[in-house]
């Protein structure tokens, strides 16, 4: 079992309520994000279709990773009604939307997850699991490796580290041991391995206030050292870069590297980076039914006016992003989205 400790809610920590988290974040100067990605020819900043209906199903989880941008944890109570549930398959159903990303939290603690995924794979859609890993060793969670290869759903796994040091410092003690376990069943049921089809992705993220390294030279690193050390083998490895949101802000705040760490995403803006946005793909839904451009705006609570239940069909796919500093950290460098860099 992970070592875990209190959310920033439990702790009752300012931070906890995305009021707070904006003001932080509105404190400081930054050139307004508008303004560099018009620079960038994008005026306004405007989604161009919806391919991926991103499904937060809430904020439970096993762990309590340090960067977590959710503030999630075994003490958070919010998960996704039944209704929401149905209203997101009710949607699907009713669009041409071909990927269904769900996370959490963790979302497979969810009572609805398995329906779930039954339902959005027999409608014919891609299916991605962003999984901890170590929700898999937990005994009630154990059948979850068979059940996502039955329904051949894309694992996509976060882990920071191929070390035990980093990655334990980051999601909590015992996870890396833990999570190489995980790893090494998925791969015995053909995850990551050629020929399967069984797609399992790997994200990690800095352990620290700095920017991720180049993708393509880390993601041949990782696959040399996970093979030689464990035997893991893996298809892709995405990289993230940190958002100041949540837990990763308390981490900036408190170490006193905030508005460096804004001046470095700042300095390192890309336009390049900004045609393959998530946010220009996306429709991420949040466990309470309200609608956003994507998990980082739903964390800051900004949300659209539109509702899951009362959704007009239509209305949504040329929406005008709604944006902040905050999104300075997709535009750094190679970019960065839910599927590693938003460039090459
Ligand atoms: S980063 Fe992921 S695994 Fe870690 S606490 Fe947050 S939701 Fe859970
Ligand atoms: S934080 Fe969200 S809205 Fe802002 S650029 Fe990134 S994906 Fe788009």
Redesign the pocket.
């Known amino acids: 079992m992970p070592e875990t400790s209190p959310t920033l809610l439990k702790r009752s920590h300012p931070l906890a309520s995305a009021d707070s988290q904006r003001q932080v974040l509105d404190q400081i100067v930054t050139p307004s994000f508008a303004e560099a990605v018009a620079g960038a020819g994008y005026r306004p900043l405007k989604a161009r279709s919806i391919e991926v209906l991103q499904i937060n199903l809430g904020k439970r989880c096993n762990q309590t990773c340090r960067h977590c941008h959710v503030d999630a944890g075994p003490d958070r109570p919010e998960v996704m009604s039944e209704e929401v549930l149905e209203a997101c398959l009710n949607f699907l159903a009713a669009r041409d939307i071909p990927t269904v990303d769900i996370t959490g939290g963790a979302p497979e603690l969810h009572p609805g997850f398995r329906v779930l995924v039954e339902r959005a794979r027999a409608l014919g859609r891609q299916v991605i699991d962003r999984c901890n890993l170590t929700i898999t060793r937990l005994p009630n969670y154990a059948y979850l490796p068979e059940f996502l290869a039955r329904h051949h759903v894309e694992v996509v796994a976060s882990l920071p580290a191929y070390g035990i040091k980093q990655t334990d410092l980051q999601r909590g003690g015992g996870v890396f041991s833990e999570s190489i376990l995980a790893l090494q069943h998925f791969n015995e049921l053909g995850y990551g391995v050629e020929g399967t089809g069984l797609v399992l992705n790997l994200v990690t993220n800095p352990v620290g206030a700095f920017l991720p390294g180049n993708q393509v030279s880390l993601e041949r690193e990782w696959k040399r050292e996970l093979k030689r050390r464990h035997g893991i083998v893996f298809n892709k490895l995405y990289t993230i870069t940190n958002?100041p949101i949540s837990r990763f802000l308390e981490f900036l705040e408190t170490s006193q590297n905030l508005e460096s760490y804004m001046e470095r995403l700042i300095q390192a803006f890309n336009p390049q980076a900004v045609a393959g946005?998530?946010?220009r793909s996306t429709l991420s839904v949040g466990w309470d039914g309200k609608l956003y451009?994507?998990d980082?705006?739903q964390m800051l609570d900004m949300a659209l006016p539109q509702h899951m239940l009362d959704i007009q069909l239509g209305e949504l796919e040329e929406r005008v992003?709604?944006?902040g500093a905050?999104?300075f950290?997709?535009?750094a460098g190679a970019g960065s989205?839910c599927g590693g860099v938003t460039t090459g």
């Open positions: 958002m946005l998530m946010c451009d994507c980082f705006n992003i709604q944006t905050h999104c950290g997709c535009t989205s």
